[in-house]
């Protein structure tokens, strides 16, 4: 087993937490997004996305293998996949970003459909691929919500 593939698909060992592996995963998407903001550019959100998701696929066909068995709970570059995803091109406060992470954690959980059938896809590509809708599912349902929050007295 290659080293970087585990610390690629255990989003620098979160995954190997013993309580909810996968908001650890989540916290690591979110660090990460943060960290590629201090760019200040267009291009590194888009780039960071394709970037965890080109070596979440590789690395988790690497740990299916390994553990030999469909998406191991070690799994985690999947939730740092979905929450950048979910938080793309959002420009809000930290409680906005506090939300577009609850709606993703809950999108996740909750896996509504096709998030359910898209696990199913093979190897790599289904570990990652619910994720990528939730956090889509996320990234949507938090637009909505913030253009509501615009026209609606909170």
């Not at 013993?18 to 780039?47: H, K, M, Q």
């Not at 998406?71 to 995803?85: N, T």
């Not at 979910?86 to 420009?91: E, H, P, S």
């Amino acid at each position: 087993m290659s080293h970087v593939a585990k610390f690629v698909w255990t989003a620098g060992y979160s995954g190997l937490v013993p309580i909810a592996p996968g908001t650890a995963g989540s916290l690591v998407g979110l660090g990460l997004v943060f960290s590629v903001r201090l760019f200040d550019e267009v291009w590194a959100e888009p780039a960071l996305f394709l970037v965890v998701v080109a070596c979440g696929v590789w690395s988790a066909n690497k740990a299916e293998d390994y553990y030999r068995r469909k998406d191991p709970g070690q799994v985690v570059i999947d939730e740092v996949a979905g929450m950048s995803l979910t938080l793309l091109w959002i420009d809000g406060s930290m409680a906005w970003i506090a939300v577009g992470f609850l709606l993703f954690r809950l999108f996740d959980v909750v896996k509504p459909f096709p998030v359910n059938q898209i696990e199913q896809l093979p190897g790599g590509w289904g570990v990652i691929g619910d994720d990528l809708a939730a956090g889509l599912y996320a990234n949507c349902t938090l637009r909505i919500l913030m253009g509501l929050s615009v026209v609606l007295p909170v």
